[in-house]
């Protein structure tokens, strides 16, 4: 059986709660037959890519999902690259703040996304969901999970493809803000993860 594992994030940056996570954990068990496993991961540099890498020696899935919070974004924006640098605005949750250093020394500068993120934005966009490719994973804690996790399958013989997701504020959030602050609806999130996932497993 095909095998997913998605992640969502803790809250973080003085935030109640994480869209990553609330999209991530309402995701069905199952999406186009394939078993879903859904792991909430820390804020937390080095300490979340860990995680995941651990999970996915345990449950050998076939793709590996990372979703994430990108604040200010309007779309959902599956990333195209995660680079290997470091450098936070902010503290993480264990308020580690690394600054301009790499994430893995000696590694390669970047690793590409293995899932087929222009194919998740054809589909998402064919279902009238807001979406793009992004270029750029920043240089916090999402792009260090982006990193670990390719770098770690990278290293296998057979591995999973892996892709990370960053989606929006939630209109909850956003009501906070200026007013400019975009935002998008928890359920669209879901159905658009679950797009994304659907239009991976076509592959
Ligand atoms: N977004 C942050 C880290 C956790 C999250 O949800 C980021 O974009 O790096």
Avoid at 31 to 38: F, H, P
Avoid at 105 to 123: E, I, L, N, Q, S
Avoid at 181 to 196: C, F, K, N, Q, Y
């Amino acid at each position: 059986m095909t095998r997913i594992l998605v992640t969502g994030f803790q809250p973080f940056g003085g935030q109640q709660t994480n869209p990553s996570w609330e999209a991530v954990r309402r995701l069905p068990q199952c999406i186009s037959g394939a078993e879903v496993t859904k792991l909430q991961i820390p804020v937390a540099f080095g300490r979340a890519g860990d995680a995941v890498c651990q999970t996915i020696d345990q449950q050998r899935p076939d793709v590996v999902l990372c979703v994430g919070q990108a604040g200010g974004r309007a779309q959902l924006t599956p990333e195209f690259v995660a680079i290997n640098h470091a450098d936070a605005r902010i503290p993480d949750n264990d308020g580690q703040q690394p600054h301009r250093q790499p994430i893995v020394p000696g590694g390669p500068d970047a690793h590409f996304a293995t899932v087929p993120v222009y194919r998740m934005v054809d589909a998402l966009r064919q279902a009238s969901i807001p979406a793009s490719v992004s270029y750029s994973a920043g240089t916090y804690v999402c792009n260090d999970v982006m990193y670990r996790m390719l770098h770690h399958l990278a290293q296998e013989t057979h591995p999973a493809v892996g892709g990370f997701v960053h989606v929006p504020f939630l209109p909850e959030q956003a009501a906070q803000m200026r007013p400019d602050t975009p935002s998008m609806s928890l359920d669209l999130m879901v159905r658009g993860l679950e797009i994304a996932l659907e239009a991976t497993l076509r592959g």
